[in-house]
């Protein structure tokens, strides 16, 4: 076999197809940067390259000998005056006591996420009347127990001071009964001048609302609903039409298949219901049981791209030809006519072999496409088709009615703005001034509505130019249900009253239909929709009462379907799309030296944008680059070198007639002329959060035939010569040099047969108590979502600290899931490791310690006593992992950090159960030790023994793909310890000694090559 | 005469630094800590005379942390039929017409940086007088325990599990059938 053939796209090139579906083989060498790649490990301290925020970079230190002394007088003084007399403490106990609220118990309660149009069934943590933590209803047989980083962070965005506290009418505060009147007059109105009244929302997935719009449709004969979604899947939509008579997005099941080829479908980090598909994806990538081969061609790296086998980068434009030199191969093994011939735009050796595997799956294979082009949308279909997948993994009997935005819809009803024939809009949960391609028509076509209302939570981009803002309640204090797959559907509840003067967005809508009273009301209308249409399609349960308690409580009802035909066999039409794929390649002016491709993504923290004041998700590092605070251009590591740019240069990049200037970020793994960009920044009015972070990219977005094209060919880069760093968490800790991710082979794991031996150790042995906690993970199943990242900030109170100080290295995470590189810096493979204190039972950080402020507790916890430590940082410097966290200052009632801690408000999500940490003290990971008590607690209420399963610490309860597994060491049948029986089982840093209690299970790579 | 002086000073100097530092030992203790309440709330009569078991009114320390001060609507289940009015009484009968909550002033306080679980004690047998000293006799509710770690840990070691020989370490897990072992790890108070 020739090892030193031509270069493909994708790094390595082999000649047998087998090797072809490998992207790398032999003992990996892993790098975190590009610098590393080239330079090596660097052997740093703490803090590479010296202290951060000392005295070069610091405010210089003023304060004398003198000033110490006499501060330190004062405070000893003013410390001894303060202990004479405590403060006085009240308790208000409730006048009339309930039987469900016990001060101090948390209650639970089944509710519908709707952070974004995948309508996640949640399970919310209620503790004396706030709902501080979010989590997945494991009742829901769609998304189960696990959640994402945005759906974890809602509940901070209800504590958010950005929302508005009350209507607005013209901009002043008005009564409700006001701007009732104005608008059922404005409506009135329209009535009489014939104008169109438009109804602009987001994808509804909520039956009833729909319901109630319908009805406002047959009576109001000029009334429309039109569904705007900024990153849609409309171009799908319409391609399915096309090819199988039905607009619509289909259900897939990644878990049932053998290959899944992704085009630029960020499924596991972003696209469509990704909470789900990672689920699924996990289920049919254990490397135990055959796991699925999974090829995924994209031009910027993706957190799916990113856990695929094999990873080819793709300009955007080219994609669309990858998939016809697919289609042809596979319409030829078919035995039918292809396309045309055409050029391969990626190695055809390759693409034989990606086609082989689908072939050898046919039925039990996915290809799935993020463009937004019907033509590409079409191909695709025809390559399933010919697959025979619809109706196996692809599911259009049972449509998804997750993303039902029509992009053709909206730029029509632009135009019908822009004429003046709309007498009234209402915007429900849309801001298309911030995110239409051409705001500017948008906001221009707004001013000629007669009355235009949002229905929005805050004075947002479009809030601010229209006549009233009637804010909907967040949906932690409203009612709602939500159908995200046909007949699945999930019932939303509110957790707590309202906290301001806002209004469920469907009682202004029926209000405004004329209704009163009662009959205004949703609750009402919400129970009667599920009487009258939900109810009698079940048959376990005869009375309402109890169908409607009983769903209630478990908050998902899946029911038969409601019997949508199967599609019938493919129309024809996509040899048409092939051809016009092709020529329109053709037709493209050819570009010059400094001409690329732009390239807009949603990223997995802030999406499309709309909670972009959410400080967490702000701070969230960037699955795959780890950078916080900013959208940045992503650019090739090989484009960087020979334009002479480096991380944080600022560049302009044109696109037609628009610029905008970012900093440069280079990405390994980042298509050579195509350059990526996060949509969802540079939001202007949502807050002060969201103020100058980052720059939005929406108005660079097209529409091209009717759909929006999330990338821009033609365009030019210029340098600047400024200067933005970017605050990237990615090299914030060396490995210098050691092994910390491994991986494997299923091969290498049977040859294994025998674990090495415990190393010995010169520790004496301690008393050991009960339990001996410990957490296994499972780097095959972690995809590096983040989920758990924002949920372990949720649960501990973790603060959030701002660009400024992450640039010095302070970020504050308990955990951070590492991402590791391996392979060419033109198309790595990745390792992602979520990394968080890994519970040595010989810690290094304990034996440095001056005030035995960290011990290990009898049952093998880590525990660090913050009321004992006096931040002499040794421990830090100690740790071999890298996983404790300072308080250089306090972040709690502090102006300097004005995030969520700094607001009463905000504090109002804090978790109750644990300290709020103060200045000059270390922290990290407890293991949810909070958790862990309450959880005994609890066996000890119901006088049982403590189960496997009864603790489950936030990281674990967040992952949708259970790569986290926690429990009891010494139950040898606990999963935990199962786990790490397993081959697969090694601990980070194992000839150190620390002893962890801490497991991973080690990376397997291209199980298929087995089958 | 001179050497009297400063023989008198120095004695002087240590008697106020002695009483400094006993003064600085006791910050943040506030044994016997009795404030006025809103309504001179007898617990004498309720625990001691009347016998009304403790968890009656305070029936969150059965499953939560917080013990829990009976909502208005409690006091009510009695003193709706009850015949006596007092003064007090008055006061919260008036609470409630005017659909007014109490602000109690909370006689026990543990810093923050501790977490104290009502229902773990409770479910594993300590009596409630073991630290709120003898309310039953209390006319005016006072603090009776200092709320130390010392004096916390005094109890939790008598309790803990510490079995060495096998002997011990069987009776211990027979004992804790019933009760289960006080923790002795910093973990189990400071998170």
Known sequence: MDHHGETTPAGRSCKSSKDLLVQIGGPPVYWKSVDELQNGPRVTGEFPGGLPGGATSGPRAETTRRDFLALMGFSLAAAGLSGCRAPVQHAVPLLVGSDQIVPGVSNYYATTCRGCASSCSLLVKQRDGRPIKIDGNAESSLFGGGTCAGGQATVLSLYDDGRLKGPLWQGKSATWNEIDGHILQALNDAQTAQKSVVLLSGTMTSPSTRAIVAEWGRSNPRFRHVEYDPVSLSAMRQANKESFGQAAVPHYSFDKAKVIVGLDADFLGTWLSPVEFARQYASSRKPEKNAALHIQFEPGMSVTGSNADVRVPVAPSQLGATAIALLRRIAHKAGTSGPDQSADPVDSARLDAVAEALWKHRGESLVVSGSNEVAVQMVVNAINALLGNIGKTIDLARPSRQRNGDDAAVAQLVEEMALGHVGVLVLYGVNPVYDYPDSQAFAAGLKKVALSVSLNDRSDETGALVNAICPDHHFLEAWGDAEPVESNFSLAQPLIAPLFETRAAQDSLLRWMGREGEQSNYYTYLREYWRKDIFPRQKELPSFEVFWDQSLQRGVVTLASAGGAAPGPIHGGWQEAANKITQSAKAAPQGNSNSYELHFYESVALRDGRQANNPWLQELPDPISKVTWSNYAAIAPALAAQLKLENGDVVALKAGEKQVELPVFIQPGQEGRTISIALGYGRTAAGKVAENVGVNVFPLTALAAGQRRLSAVNASLASTGGKKPLASTQTHFSMEGRPIVLETSLDELEKESEKPEALPTLWAERLQGEHSWGMAIDMNACNGCSACVIACQAENNVPVVGKDQIERIRIMHWIRIDQYYSGPAENPVSVHQPMMCQHCQNAPCETVCPVLATTTSSEGLNAQVYNRCIGTRYCANNCPYKVRRFNWYNYTDNPKFDFNMESPLGRMVLNPDVVVRSRGVMEKCSMCVQRIQLGKNLALQGGRPLADGDIQTACQQSCPTQAIVFGDLKDPNSRVSQLQRSQRNYQVLEDLGTRPNVGYLKKVRNPMERS | ?191
């Open chain 2, 1 to 191: 005469m001179r050497l009297q002086l400063i023989f008198l000073t120095v004695i002087g100097l240590g008697l106020a630094g002695g009483a400094g530092v006993w003064q600085f030992s006791k910050i943040g203790i506030h044994q016997s800590y009795s404030p006025k309440q809103p309504i001179a709330f007898p617990h004498k009569v309720h625990a001691g005379d009347n016998q009304i078991p403790c968890l009656y009114c305070h029936s969150a320390a059965r499953t939560s942390r917080h013990a829990g001060i009976p909502p208005a609507s409690v006091c009510m289940n009695c003193h709706n039929i009850m015949e006596k009015q007092t003064v007090e009484i008055e006061k919260l009968k008036e609470y409630v017409q005017q659909q007014r909550p109490i602000t109690w002033v909370k006689v026990h306080n543990l810093p923050d940086f501790v977490y104290f679980n009502h229902s773990q004690h409770v479910l594993s047998g300590v009596a409630c007088q073991r630290c709120h000293g003898p309310v039953e006799h209390m006319e005016k509710i006072e603090q009776f325990a200092p709320l130390t770690m010392g004096w916390c840990l005094q109890c939790h070691r008598e309790h803990a599990k510490v079995g060495v020989t096998e002997f011990e370490r069987v009776s211990a897990d027979l004992k804790q059938r019933q009760k289960p072992a006080a923790g002795l790890d910093c973990a189990s108070c400071h998170y």
